[in-house]
């Protein structure tokens, strides 16, 4: 069974520009989730969605977007670029309706590495 | 808020040697407790989870963790070092709310030959 993809691998945007990340789940995972990972902040947990619906938002600002479509693939959109969200944004999928919140196995994917100049 | 601390952002240890790295969370309620390592260049692979079925959790590639909540802990070992096991380290949480996985800031595990 294939893994969690994500398209593109590496992105080199500037300031002010948008961006849009693309998720494959796994295979019948509904549950998708979104984290960024930058060396002074860590990972921190953007978004989930589950059914096409997002579930839970972690603590980012309105720029920070996403979707989930009928089959469970997923897009985040980051608009009004800033240097500061340059990281690697991973997304993790999900067997079941609980996601992370009820102590599921997330499956990640390699990442999408964003760099803003 | 839920928390998670793991002491060391950097463990070095020699192969053959036992790895303990430490985690530490802040939960006012029992949570559910992951443990899982990063190679470079690649996403995140789970080691081992802890769900209140067991309190000593065995995993992949030789780690274990054990809960204990009277020291809000789930330090993760592994009795003989590898130099496949060099890589990071992240303890994550999640308390059923909101808030998707808590991850603590990682540790870097080094190993010498």
């Known amino acids: 069974k294939a893994g969690v993809t994500q398209t593109p691998r590496y992105l080199i945007k500037t300031r002010g520009q948008q961006v849009t990340l693309s998720c494959s789940p796994i295979?019948?995972?509904?549950?998708v989730s979104w984290y960024q990972q930058t060396p002074g902040q860590g990972l921190q947990f953007l978004f989930e969605?589950?059914?096409?619906?997002?579930?839970n938002k972690g603590n980012f600002p309105g720029r920070f977007s996403g979707r989930q479509f009928s089959n469970s693939r997923s897009e985040m959109n980051v608009s009004t670029l800033e240097l500061g969200d340059s990281a690697l944004y991973l997304c993790?999928?999900?067997?079941?309706?609980?996601?992370?919140?009820?102590?599921?196995?997330?499956?990640f994917g390699p990442g999408t590495r964003l760099t803003v100049l | 808020a839920q928390s998670v601390t793991q002491l060391g952002s950097h463990v070095s240890v020699s192969e053959g040697a036992l790895v303990l790295l430490r985690c530490n969370y802040s939960s006012s309620v029992p949570p559910y407790l992951f443990w899982y390592v990063q190679y470079p260049n690649q996403g995140l692979q789970l080691l081992l989870k802890?769900?209140?079925?067991?309190?000593l959790v065995k995993g992949i590639n030789g780690f274990e963790a054990e809960f204990k909540k009277s020291e809000t802990s789930f330090h993760l070992t592994k009795p003989s070092a590898h130099m496949s096991d060099a890589a990071e380290y992240f303890c994550?949480?999640?308390?059923?709310?909101?808030?998707?996985?808590?991850f603590g800031k990682g540790t870097h595990l080094i190993i010498q030959p």
């Open positions: 295979s019948g995972h509904r549950s």
């Open positions: 802890y769900t209140s079925a067991a309190t």
């Open positions: 969605y589950f059914s096409e619906t997002q579930r």
């Open positions: 994550a949480v999640s308390r059923g709310g909101a808030d998707g996985l808590t």
């Open positions: 993790a999928s999900s067997l079941g309706g609980g996601g992370p919140a009820t102590g599921n196995e997330q499956f």
